[in-house]
């Protein structure tokens, strides 16, 4: 099954829904440094990583940092659609953004809610808005039971999220993003609007080797080592937030397959687990919803990232 194919008409109109995060921070510097292929047109904020004061405000600080002043904020859900409350990571360290001391954001959030500007943000771009997800999908969920115009206007959702053949890593079944909220992913995979999902079973390959890691940390690092500093304080060796967008870039690197997920949302360690079937037989008549990304080349992936590293240092230098 060939991965969805990129439109030519670029830069396409982007917003990126996020729980901010190191790696959903790595993800939109990812964005930022493409500007030829991506136009951002706005982020949105879930509670996740920590909660959403934070998740908010960290959003900000990463556009402060990369002079994006005039990309709005919108915070969205503060709380899954209906677990009385998420679950926070201490993957991120204490603030959320591996604790690096960047300063606080500069502007307040939008006064808007992040599901209704996601609505708006899909009228205004008549069909053409592509949404990164990378963090519980509450707020894509809310803006579909709002607007159930919404799937005719999104070109398509690249998330990560997700573990279609393999364990999770918030329960032995489920993938944190998807755990989270599973109420808000069954309905995003329910909405019929197309998607590729960049489950762990891609995002776990997402490991930079020693010499790329070394490049992005030492004195001579783009961006003066932000992205050493960021990963020192993330608790986990996995870029998982960033293989969504390395999709939108050069969809080559992965391996992908049309299948129809399904996610329960039972109570317990099965809630938010990626069902895919993939066979006619386990189809049982379903289309599929989705295509599941199950293979991505490491190397490529890592030498990508560290060359838009650099790209973007040169354009925040004026180069
Ligand atoms: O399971 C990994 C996902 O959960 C990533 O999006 C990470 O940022 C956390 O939100
Ligand atoms: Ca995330």
Partial sequence: ?????????????ILLD??????DALALLWLAAHPERFDLQAVTVVAGNAGLENTAANARRILDFLRCDGVPVYAGASRPILKTQGKTSLVHGGDGLG?????????????????????????????RLHLVA??????????????????????????????????????????FNFHVDP??????????????????????RAVLPPPIMAQLSGPQAPLKGICGKLLAGYDDPCLHDPTAVAYLLDPALFKGVAAHVAIPCTAGD?????VAAISARHLAGRSPNATVLTDLDPVKFATHFLSSMEKLEARLNGN
């Fill in 270 to 274: 099965t809630a938010g687990q990626s």
């Fill in 1 to 13: 099954m060939c991965p969805m194919t990129i439109p030519m008409t670029e830069p396409r109109p």
């Fill in 18 to 23: 996020c729980d901010p995060g190191v790696d």
């Fill in 183 to 204: 109420e808000a992913a069954h309905i995003l995979f329910e909405s019929g609007i197309p998607i590729v999902m960049a489950g762990l079973d891609v995002t776990r």
């Fill in 99 to 127: 604790d690096i001391g960047w300063p606080p954001p500069s502007r307040a959030p939008e006064k808007m809610h992040g599901a209704q500007a996601i609505i708006n943000t899909a009228h205004a771009c008549a069909g």
């Fill in 134 to 175: 990378t963090g519980p999908l509450t707020n894509l969920a809310l803006a579909v039971l709002l607007a159930p115009e919404l799937p005719g206007l999104i070109d398509g959702v690249t998330l990560m999220g997700g573990a279609a053949f393999g364990p999770g890593n918030t329960t032995p079944a489920a993938e």
